[in-house]
């Protein structure tokens, strides 16, 4: 039997290995602080800073069109709140309340979906589809994350972050520097490995710093 998010072979009955598991905990962690950060983003041309988080409450026009989308309805929470629907659903329970805020609701459905994640690895036969889309989505947010316009892609990190779950944050080289540092996990690369980055023909051996 293989992972049905990776075809890792498995050594017992399951549906996700113990990598994507435990990938899909930490991205189900990290998305309620992600929507937090967005806020940061929703004037064209803003960065984040390394103070605290400042909530937009009532953004000035204009907006970041791509950014409001994904802190509305319709975007990282109506993602998150039908992973939990369907996962109820699974296992004959009723439909969860999705009620208060987009805020509280992200966090009740990422926590609902994390409390279940045993299960989820055992016995959701729709477990590789929850963990490739919240991956995606993970990626999504970080990419309307970067704070630099004028940079230059490299591709995706390539670092393993344990047991095969590989980071793929998306990797920028700011203007004017030859640093590509990970933003999610703190992997450095060297100017060396971008182009093997860029094509996707990453050579793990002594390639990052």
Do not use: K
């Amino acid at each position: 039997m293989n992972c049905t998010a990776c075809t890792a072979p498995l050594d017992h009955a399951a549906q996700l290995c113990p990598a994507c598991t435990g990938g899909l905990d930490v991205r189900l962690a990290e998305l309620p602080g992600l929507y937090l950060l967005l806020a940061d983003q929703l004037r064209p041309g803003a960065g984040r800073s390394d103070g605290p988080v400042a909530l937009v409450r009532e953004a000035p026009l204009p907006v970041r069109e791509d950014v409001l989308d994904m802190r509305a309805a319709g975007g990282m929470v109506t993602t998150l709140e039908s992973w939990r629907e369907a996962m109820q659903e699974a296992r004959g329970w009723g439909q969860p309340a999705c009620t208060g805020s987009i805020e509280r609701r992200i966090m009740a459905a990422a926590r609902g979906l994390q409390l279940n994640l045993d299960w989820i690895a055992a016995e959701f036969e729709a477990a590789g589809d929850l963990a490739r889309e919240i991956r995606a989505l993970t990626g999504q947010v970080n990419a309307l994350l970067d704070p630099a316009p004028r940079t230059l892609s490299v591709g995706t990190c390539a670092a393993d972050l344990g047991q095969g779950d590989i980071c793929d944050a998306p990797l920028r080289v700011p203007a004017g520097t030859t640093t590509v540092r990970c933003r999610r996990c703190g992997t450095n690369y060297p100017p060396h490995t971008w182009m093997t980055l860029a094509t996707g023909a990453w050579a793990p051996a002594g390639a990052a710093a």
